[in-house]
């Protein structure tokens, strides 16, 4: 059971480190909104690579992480493991409220103005703060990966 959950964590590590890297080069590449068929084609790849990528690999980071903090008595009065459970679960809600649900509601309302039915005047504002939050949450996953692979003694949970 270790090792599937070693294995799990870490595809799920890839996953969404791949992805934030993925959606920071999408977001230097993306058209601005006056080109609104481009805008709108690269907000709607972007929500797609969040939903399909980023989402399902952040909660099997979180779960394989979780079962095995909670199933290995190893790892209990490890103080590297809370510390990665800690920002782990920060990254969980950076991802939901930095991420994911800026890049659906971006790739939906591009969409809409494509469509006609919203101004695209409205889109583009949150390219800087996406960005800023994807560049923050792929540093404290590298630390993360850091704090899995080196273990260093921290302080111990007292028992």
């Not at 095995?68 to 590297?80: P, T």
Request: aromatic share 8%.
């Amino acid at each position: 059971m270790r090792r599937l959950l070693k294995f799990l964590h870490t595809m799920g590590a890839i996953g969404l480190m791949g992805a934030m890297a993925c959606l920071l080069v999408m977001l230097s590449l993306t058209p601005p909104p006056a080109s609104l068929a481009s805008y709108a084609q690269m907000r709607g790849a972007m929500g797609a690579v969040a939903t399909w990528v980023f989402f399902p690999s952040l909660g099997l980071t979180l779960l394989g992480g979780l079962l095995a903090i909670g199933l290995h008595r190893g790892f209990h009065d490890a103080g590297w493991a809370w510390l990665k459970l800690g920002t782990g679960i920060l990254i969980f809600e950076g991802g939901f409220v930095g991420v994911l649900g800026p890049m659906q509601e971006e790739a939906r309302r591009s969409a809409a103005a494509l469509a006609g039915t919203v101004d695209p005047a409205t889109l583009g504002d949150a390219l800087g703060p996406e960005r800023n939050t994807l560049w923050v949450l792929l540093a404290v996953a590298t630390v993360n990966v850091a704090l899995g692979i080196w273990r260093p003694r921290l302080l111990r949970r007292a028992a």
